[in-house]
């Protein structure tokens, strides 16, 4: 299947790609990059409004089977010169493709639905990006259930973060922009017990129990959780580390505790 190039909207189409890849445009859209990612959006059932591509992307096989399965599903195909379209790229090899799709909005009350018993991540004053898609990948990979993301947090469907989640993000419910006590009441609500990553903490995350309802909650790159925070939290733990080493990466950390979740909940889980 071929499509025609289409030049008197490439200027525009191509300035709103680059503000909603720079989240210039009001955050209704989220910006798709490279053709796996393109494919798990679809797979999951994205609303996608439109795709940009070249010659060379439609000319091979997935490239074509994609374009077909986007303009099915009601998408705008834009045939784009590799030169404009590599002005849009938020990489440094453009695979030949973008897509710009609705922000896929969550109603918080789906964070506690069909779970049994829910396992999630609450992500607090994270900044880096590809740090919070890793962990939401690490998440699903896990067997968590849902993310919560706090007001001050990256975006967690920015380009980066997209990338860093690999498709993740389509399919876990992410619920963003909450205060922090708005999350932590959220859970306490529906009786999901909050377990905070901290230096801090007297107890390793081995000693902690994973098998009932429960929210890992990680705090900032390079602070952490503050003691206030701590105290907030039903309880507190750490990973065992030899010195010198103090810390570990966010990711990393959220994937050590989160694996010893499922250990603990394997085969307690619906």
């Known amino acids: 299947m071929s499509y025609a190039l289409i030049t008197s909207r490439h200027n525009a189409l191509a300035k709103h790609a680059r503000s909603v890849r720079d989240r210039r445009d009001g955050q209704e859209q989220i910006f798709i990059e490279g053709l796996r990612l393109a494919e798990e959006a679809v797979r999951s059932r994205l609303v996608v409004q439109d795709a940009l591509f070249t010659e060379k992307f439609q000319s091979a096989e997935r490239g074509a089977k994609l374009l077909s399965e986007l303009k099915s599903s009601g998408a705008r195909l834009s045939l784009m010169s590799e030169d404009v379209l590599a002005s849009v790229s938020d990489t440094r090899t ?31 004053s994270l900044n880096n990006p590809s740090n919070a898609g890793a962990i939401i990948r690490t998440a699903e990979a896990a067997g968590a259930t849902g993310i919560i993301s706090t007001r001050g947090t990256t975006d967690l469907f920015s380009a980066k973060a997209l990338r860093g989640a690999m498709g993740s993000s389509f399919r876990l419910p992410l619920c963003a922009g909450l205060e922090f006590t708005e999350a932590l009441n959220l859970c306490a609500g529906h009786n999901v017990r909050t377990i905070g990553a901290a230096l801090s903490a007297a107890k390793y995350h081995t000693d902690a129990d994973w098998t009932g309802s429960c929210a890992l909650v990680l705090g900032s790159e390079a602070a952490g959780l503050t003691e206030s925070e701590v105290s907030m939290l039903d309880e507190a733990v750490r990973i065992p580390m030899r010195p010198p080493v103090e810390s570990l990466n966010a990711a990393v950390a959220s994937g050590i505790i989160l694996y010893e979740a499922a250990r603990q909940r394997t085969g307690v889980r619906g």
């Open 94 to 124: 453009p695979q030949g493709i973008v897509l710009l799709a609705s922000r896929p909005r969550v109603n918080r009350e789906s964070l506690f639905v069909g779970a049994n018993p829910p396992l999630l991540v609450i992500i607090h």
